[in-house]
């Protein structure tokens, strides 16, 4: 059984106010994330809700080697307390294996927890069993087993059992509720859901997406649309408008709820009207307009990348080609943002093993390649102008119709796209369709 000296309380009072501010130090420290670091790590959790300012009272006392505390917010209503805050929603799109379900649904949520004792936390997955692993498996055994985390926070781990002689491991897989609840609210602190779990009658004030776009409901049009239509309806899932929701995953294609439903809809709003703050990025560092400094948005998805000679790192490329250092003659590569964990080297070897599934997962960019590897690059197309074309003399013509019935995002639209063939055997393309079509309407 844990026990606390009273000469530090002092120690424990600072740790608890750094705790519920920062959220990297939390992560690195009480709970034992120590692949996590600021340089890498600071720009996204930067971009999640901040607690830092919040006023409350922390009543400490050690008597007889146990440390009785409770923290007061002076407003217990999340939605008053972080009213301030313009956005209510965020998107993280980060690479994988970068630690985004470690701080944005594992630590941000125990830090949401440690700021508002009484609030309900849902955890939504594609998957219920991988939601209820990260409650049951991640969340929980901090308040159960982990020591640094209960030397700060006792009033918030589950009490000691004397017949048992250890701490009471209360709750399930799915649902726990922390021990510093006061007030009644019908969720627990922390609930794991899925996309196929019923909904209804169940309200949290704060809901992380993670992963709810995978490699299984990603391979047609209909699972996606299954996806976001599951998303759309969390926004009744919250007590109110007034309360939180945040979404983190990786690309999957170009229609993926992410980006379809989130950004491009985000694209086409007024800044006033925009509900989230997005930050998005991929492995390699891009460089932008007259060095401008990233911000992370999808804008700079458009930015070239920045490559480099390994050896001498002032010789810079134009982009992701082929270009020598005039030094050395070696190929610059690109940048890797994290060499410590993921050298070119790996991030390349991954890139010639699949481009599209690397440009999805580690860039977060479909169409980061450009035309390396596409079957028509662009670079190889010209435009004719339209009175250049009426004036050829073509041999015939042929239709091309793609019905979008295999399983692959690649194919979630019907195309249809007419050429024209001269003396040559050079192709125009005269014409181009595509939509969302029943079959009956295709051949129409």
């Excluded at 690195?28 to 996204?44: F, S």
Aim: glycine content about 6%.
């Amino acid at each position: 059984m844990l026990t606390w000296k009273a000469a530090d309380i002092d120690k424990i009072r600072a740790g608890r106010k750094r705790a519920r501010e920062d959220l990297i130090w939390l992560a690195q420290g009480p709970l034992g994330y120590d692949r996590v670091n600021r340089r890498i790590h600071g720009p996204m959790t930067d971009t999640l809700v901040q607690f830092k300012g919040l006023k409350g009272e922390d009543e400490l006392s050690i008597h007889d080697g146990i440390l009785e505390a409770r923290w007061n917010p002076e407003e217990r209503d999340i939605a008053v307390a972080l009213a301030h805050v313009e956005k209510k929603k965020r998107l993280i799109m980060d690479p994988r294996s970068w630690f985004k379900t470690t701080l944005n649904c594992i630590t941000h949520s125990i830090q949401v927890n440690l700021n508002f004792p009484d609030v309900g936390i849902a955890i939504i997955h594609a998957n219920s069993d991988a939601a209820a692993d990260i409650v049951g498996n991640s969340i929980k055994p901090h308040y159960v087993d982990n020591t640094a985390f209960r030397w700060l926070f006792p009033e918030f781990c589950t009490p000691w059992n004397e017949r048992s002689g250890q701490y009471s491991n209360s709750g399930n897989m799915s649902r726990f509720t922390s021990p510093a609840r006061t007030l009644k609210f019908p969720m627990a602190t922390f609930n794991a859901l899925g996309a196929n779990s019923a909904l209804a009658s169940k309200h949290y004030h704060w809901i992380k997406f993670t992963d709810i776009v995978n490699e299984k409901n990603a391979l047609s049009g209909d699972q996606l649309l299954k996806v976001t239509n599951m998303y759309v309806m969390a926004d009744n899932l919250l007590v109110d408008p007034r309360y939180f929701i945040d979404v983190e995953g990786t690309c999957y294609s170009f229609v993926d709820t992410y980006n379809e439903h989130i950004i491009e809809k985000e694209e086409k709003l007024a800044e006033k009207d925009k509900e989230f703050r997005i930050f998005i990025r991929g492995c390699f560092v891009r460089k932008g307009p007259q060095d401008a400094k990233e911000q992370f948005v999808p804008d700079e998805r458009d930015w070239p990348f920045l490559i480099q000679c390994p050896t001498h790192p002032a010789e810079e490329g134009k982009g992701y080609g082929d270009e020598r250092c005039s030094v050395c003659s070696a190929p610059l590569v690109p940048v890797s943002r994290w060499p410590e964990a993921w050298s070119v080297a790996s991030l390349l070897k991954k890139r010639n093993a699949d481009t599209w599934i690397f440009n999805c997962q580690q860039l977060n960019d479909p169409s980061a390649s450009g035309d390396e590897g596409k079957t028509f690059p662009l670079a190889a197309m010209m435009w004719t102008p339209e009175l250049a074309i009426q004036r050829i003399k073509f041999r015939y013509f042929s239709m091309s119709v793609d019905l979008a019935e295999t399983v692959t995002v690649r194919a979630d639209y019907t195309a249809m796209v007419v050429m024209g063939w001269d003396q040559a055997g050079r192709g125009y393309v005269v014409d181009a369709l595509q939509g969302r079509w029943l079959p009956a309407d295709t051949v129409d």
